[in-house]
């Protein structure tokens, strides 16, 4: 299996406080990797240390082999690495067709981003039917669809999602988790940051803990949904 | 005749109101601060033309293209020398040091050019005489609206139409967002500050056209007439702008003509205070609540 992200001993501050502590995770080209843990135990700061976000204290975040952590931020993405992030971040103001092309700005192909427009609106429908609202007054749901929308239109050959079920209806929670094992099929690897740690681990080759700043555990999805720590822990059982 | 007179004199000052309200407006919505030297990079401007045309003899042309030439590399450099440093600092340094950066190019100007009122040469003269010559419009004034509607039309283009200035509504929206989507967001500021700048300096030769008179702190003034006609229209809305700037350049003609010349500038507020009261975000501000 070849690695496509590579996590090594990652240290974030936010001021005096040390939010991650050398953390390393790997995620290899092809998987869906979860990484769970409760409120504040710091599964965002990765992510957004990862897209240049938040700046690195130490440790190396290495992309298709290449420093992200050396890298100016804007140039991830066109690197093939997309974030959708915590609370969707979706331009408001923009209509949908607008923030779907936004996802696709760095982009220089013309035709084939015409092309993946019309994917995406096939994908989810309902984005097609507001096409021209502002992103602003579409539902949570479908806001977190345009999310995940958006950054498909950028090619990515990573997808990081953060929390993509929070604030959903069950219903619609079933919905995203089946785009994304849709996407992941379609050969888009996958690193999940859930909450509902069920959902995470039911659809990941493997998974990560992570408590307080620090990974405390890992392995596959599968085996994790049945270890009783993680189940007294995060599944409620 | 003196209600139509009055009018156009109040649209043609509105104008010029408006192409600095438009350049305080795009950089509040991308940088969210209020760059209060905006009104001295204005001076700045004019101070160009008057040495180009006034001193020199150039044609007023290439006095204007040099003002926009200067006041737009001032604005990128201010912003990458003062502003830029502080991205990540609080509001109250950033808007202390906007106030220095005022300062600064204020003293400056006296240093190197004096602090005497000096006599502007117009780029433009006379006046077009309509109504037997009972209604008079001079040549300036009518330069200042059709330039405002140019940049009006051409702002709202550019941002709605171009890969760059949707970047510019990504990036005043959500810097973060933006940045994922491979936007360079110090570029983006950058940009704004020079377009912000650039339009200073048409502002500021046509201010100084119509009242030619230069100082120092020629631009203080209208700059924070400017900033009221933004936070009128809305501020970080570029119609918004717009409508602020030709709507306080009425306001104040007609409060001149028919309360009092020193009042002005209060009646002038006062009815900017009115407006807040009933709507907060200005006439054009947008509100769209975030769902969470
Ligand atoms: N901008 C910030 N400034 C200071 N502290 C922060 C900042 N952002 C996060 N933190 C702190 O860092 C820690 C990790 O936060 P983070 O948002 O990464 O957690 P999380 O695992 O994503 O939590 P949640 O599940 O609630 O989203 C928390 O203790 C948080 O309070
Ligand atoms: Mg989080």
């Known amino acids: 299996m070849k690695e496509i992200l590579k996590v090594t001993d990652l240290n974030v501050n936010y001021g005096a406080i040390h939010a991650i502590h050398g953390v390393s995770l ?57 974030h959708v992030p915590e609370g ?41 039917e507001r096409s021209r609202q502002l992103a602003g007054t579409l539902s949570g749901g479908e806001q977190q669809m345009l999310a995940v929308g958006r950054a498909l239109m950028s090619h990515p050959r990573i997808l990081l999602l953060d929390e ?36 995470a681990l039911s659809i990941a080759s493997r998974a990560y803990v992570l408590e307080t700043g620090s990974v405390v555990m890992e392995g596959e999805g599968k085996a994790m949904l049945r270890d009783d720590n993680v189940r007294k822990a995060y599944l409620g059982a | ?89 609080p509001s109250l340094a950033v808007l202390i040091t906007a106030i220095g950066v005022s300062y600064l190019l204020q003293n400056g100007a006296q240093l190197l050019w004096g602090a005497d ?9 006379g006046s077009l005489s309509l109504v037997e010559g009972r209604l008079n419009i001079s040549y300036v004034s009518l330069l200042a609206m059709a330039c405002c ?31 994922l989507m491979g936007i360079n967001v110090n570029s983006t500021i950058s940009m704004t500050f020079a377009i912000g700048s650039a339009l200073a300096a048409v502002a500021g030769v046509l201010m100084c056209s119509a009242y030619p008179v230069l100082s120092p702190t020629t631009g203080s003034l209208p700059g924070i007439r400017a900033f009221t006609a933004a936070v009128f229209g809305g501020i970080g809305s570029i119609p918004g702008a ?4 030709i709507l306080l350049g009425i306001i104040e003609t007609f409060a001149k003509a028919y309360i ?6 209060a009646v002038v507020f006062a009815v900017l205070i009115i407006v807040l009261l009933v709507k907060p975000a200005g006439l054009l501000g947008k509100y769209v609540p975030e769902k969470v």
């Open chain 1, 88 to 128: 969707r971040h979706v331009f408001a103001q923009m209509t949908v067709t607008e923030n779907l092309e936004m996802g696709a700005y760095f982009r220089k192909d013309k035709d084939q981003i015409e092309k993946d427009l019309a994917d995406v609106l096939r994908r989810f429908p309902r984005l097609k």
């Open chain 2, 260 to 265: 009092s010349t020193d009042l002005s500038d």
């Open chain 2, 117 to 125: 009122t000096k006599t502007f040469t117009p780029i433009v003269s």
């Open chain 2, 242 to 245: 717009f409508l602020g700037g």
């Open chain 1, 26 to 82: 790997t995620v290899n080209e092809g998987e869906i990797v979860s990484l769970i843990g409760a409120n504040g135990a710091g599964k965002t700061t990765i992510l957004h240390t990862i897209t240049g976000l938040t700046k690195a204290a130490g440790g190396s975040v290495l992309f298709g082999g290449t420093e992200l952590l050396a890298t100016e931020p804007h140039k991830i993405v066109a690197m093939g690495m997309a």
């Open chain 1, 164 to 199: 993509p079920s929070m604030g959903l209806s069950p219903l619609l929670v079933k919905e995203i988790f089946t785009t994304i094992e849709d996407v992941n099929r379609e050969g888009v690897t996958i690193l999940l940051v859930e909450q509902n740690a069920k959902m």
């Open chain 2, 149 to 179: 509607l140019v940049v009006m039309v051409c702002l709202t283009l550019f941002t709605s139409r171009t890969r760059m200035g949707k970047a510019m509504r990504a990036c005043s929206e959500d810097k973060g967002a933006a940045q």
């Open chain 2, 1 to 89: 005749m003196s209600f139509l007179s009055n009018i156009l004199t109040g649209v043609s000052l509105g104008s010029i109101y408006a192409i600095i309200a438009l350049g305080y407006t795009m950089v509040y919505g991308i940088a969210k601060m209020l760059n209060f030297a905006h009104g001295d990079v204005i001076m700045v401007g004019a101070f160009m033309c008057f040495f180009a045309t006034g001193r020199y003899g150039l044609p007023p042309l290439v006095s204007v293209l040099l003002a926009v030439v200067v006041c737009t590399a001032l604005g990128i450099l201010i912003e990458g020398l003062a502003y830029k440093p502080l991205r990540e600092a």
